[in-house]
């Protein structure tokens, strides 16, 4: 069992949706990273967060430390979102451990 | 005015030949990484170096040797190269490792081994 495990992993969504998409960790951490990978392939980072939420633009990230989980939301899904999401725990000195990726795809 | 850049963005080799991936950085960050990206899209961090000093080193195979000349520059040298080593390695900075910080990732290198 992988330390980080996201769901769904897959997500087809209408555009305008509200998209949910969960991570579940199990070990301690000092923070955690939501990246988006384009079809592409490039990789971006979306948010990085220790505690509460953040929000950026159509995007927000929230976490909780006592139930090891986070979540993260988009309003108003628009298919220039699809891609795939990954969630990532930093386990010190920065080192990454990913989740498997949640490829949302949104249609027309 | 790339943050993070990777050369060459493919490299097509056959098995048993040495080859290297080159990773650049002009964002000032002290820590630099690579990580391993299987057919299975799964990621998995290889190594990170702090100020040229080797910080992560994942039970990767003795075959992958990074090299960090100056702080700006990480490469990954791969010998004697299999099936197996074929992936996409993308290469990534962050300012440094004291605390947490964003990082930021390179186009990537899709590697085949034929």
């Known amino acids: 069992k992988n330390e980080v495990e996201q769901s769904p992993q897959n997500l087809t969504a209408q555009e305008g949706e509200f998209i949910t998409i969960n991570c579940s960790y199990s070990v301690g951490i000092s923070a955690l990273h939501w990246l988006q990978q384009h079809p592409g392939g490039g990789i971006v980072s979306l948010f990085m967060?220790?505690?509460g939420k953040k929000k950026h633009g159509r995007l927000i990230a929230t976490i909780n430390i006592q139930e090891k989980h986070s979540s993260l939301h988009i309003t108003a899904s628009h298919p220039r979102d699809s891609a795939v999401y990954i969630c990532a725990v930093e386990r010190g000195a920065q080192k990454l451990v990913f989740g498997q990726g949640t490829r949302l795809t949104i249609n027309p | 005015d790339t943050a993070v850049s990777q050369t060459p963005k493919y490299l097509v080799t056959q098995m048993g030949n040495d080859k290297s991936i080159k990773c650049e950085q002009n964002?000032?960050?002290?820590?630099m990484y690579w990580y391993k990206q299987d057919s299975k899209k799964f990621l998995k961090i290889m190594f990170s170096?702090?100020?040229?000093?080797?910080?992560i080193n994942e039970t990767v195979p003795n075959r992958f040797s990074p090299k960090s000349p100056d702080k700006a520059h990480l490469n990954l040298h791969i010998n004697s190269l299999e099936l197996g080593d074929s992936a996409v390695y993308f290469c990534?900075?962050?300012?440094?490792?004291?605390?947490?910080?964003?990082?930021?990732f390179g186009p990537g290198t899709r590697l085949t081994v034929t």
């Open positions: 967060l220790s505690s």
């Open positions: 964002l000032g960050h002290d820590t």
């Open positions: 990534a900075s962050s300012p440094r490792t004291a605390s947490s910080y964003e990082q930021y």
């Open positions: 170096y702090n100020n040229k000093e080797l910080i």
